[in-house]
DNA sequence: ATAAATTATTAGGCATGCCTAATTTTATAT
DNA sequence: ATATAAAATTAGGCATGCCTAATAATTTAT
């Protein structure tokens, strides 16, 4: 079994991979990770020796078939249980990330395929990001922006990419949520802003930052 | 925040004070830790520093206001996480306890309260131990055992007190689960035992050691 | 090409929390 | 009361995982 420690530093290497960062360097897990580059060169020796990883200072670190592996599961652990708590227990979205970061190093075999089958086999994360499968299968197809449906269309807002307070604040104060339904009135070729309907309310201008920070599906 | 290992120590003496012990000692602490007397030594150091207990070699350690308060969190997230795996995940009464010992240390202050009303504010854990409330609160009136049911009466199982290997398969091959409902047919004085009467079904004599081991409600 | 800046690494240290072995204290038995 | 056993404590050590400061290697800019 892998210590806490050695998850989060799987978990890095594996995002800054998706990334596509060509090399992932010392300094940029020591910034994903809020520590010291002189701590992550230790942790790298030891993920090596522990064949989780490759480490050579021209070509970066990279993660093996194993520590791939591992890096998975805990990533499906992480968005199981931000479904959970976001549709079990009512927490906001701002709130998940922090508690899953220690939900996701809880040990059990067959812990994360029982959440899976309670929540209903989620295929997206509240945030968007897609939910590894038991067999490490990920679903490449990320959900749409707003943005990116066509005047006319109508969709569901089923996940947020931006988490700041200030946006979700917004998003209240428009009566915006999981599953409100939004019509694409207009967009604004000037500065891409759109013309929204929020639910069956108001048509509402909104800018395109906005647009790129809700996903619908 | 404290750590695991200070809370897995509160807990540990929590539940030896509820056992009655007159004196909580390094020795006994250890036991119950799996570790080393010297090793205890060291932390009841620690957490008196930190005014969570008081030591003292000839009265033994003793939780304060603010140690107690601790312990009794940590025993509602065990209980309430007990009950979610149960009922919600559907895992069997012998593997709860080790992933409980897991989640019981995630912190977040309103995470045990979400918890307990996702779960209907259950009284008792799949022990048949009380839950201790949002305000610290802890209910003293235990289930009965099945053991203290009149003849002639008839209950259901709310709990088991033994999670061997043995006594669940034993379980299960008499078709008893949480919910199933016995009539208690005959006590025989000889030994103790029991003639019940499982569901619609069959008449059998169970032990002395049977009837102490279910909780009925 | 060389100086300056950045990045990587090494060395030494520290807190946590465990260990063993040795010692002191306390309790028990004769 | 004294020997013996048990419990508590101290001392020293070890692994984990972090830190700072110093040094080495590499990039970038001029």
Redesign the interface.
């Known amino acids: 079994m892998h210590t806490f420690s050695e998850e989060n530093y799987l978990r890095a290497i594996y995002r800054l991979g998706l990334e596509g960062s060509a090399k992932i360097s010392p300094t940029a897990i020591a910034e994903m990770l809020d520590n010291n580059p002189a701590s992550v060169v230790d942790m790298l020796k030891k993920l090596s020796d522990k064949k989780l990883i490759s480490y050579d200072k021209k070509k970066g670190a990279k993660l093996t078939d194993k520590g791939t592996k591992t890096a998975i599961e805990v990533v499906r652990k992480h968005r199981l249980w931000e479904v959970f708590l976001l549709e079990?227990?009512?927490?906001g979205w701002e709130?998940i990330h922090?508690?899953a970061e220690?939900?996701e190093h809880?040990?059990?075999k067959?812990?994360a395929d029982?959440?899976d089958k309670?929540l209903g086999y989620p295929d997206y994360d509240p945030h968007g990001d897609p939910i590894p499968k038991a067999n490490g299968k990920i679903a490449t197809t990320y959900k749409t922006m707003l943005l990116e449906v066509e005047p006319g269309g109508s969709c569901q807002v089923a996940a947020v990419k931006d988490t700041s307070v200030e946006f979700l604040q917004y998003l209240e104060k428009l009566g915006v949520g999981i599953g409100t339904r939004l019509k694409i009135i207009e967009k604004i070729a000037f500065d891409g802003s759109l013309t929204i309907q929020v639910g069956k309310g108001d048509k509402i201008n909104v800018s395109k930052k906005f647009g790129e920070s809700i996903l619908v599906g």
Chains 1, 2 share one sequence.
């Open positions: 079990k227990l009512g927490y709130e922090d508690i220690q939900l809880i040990h059990n067959e812990l029982r959440l309670f």
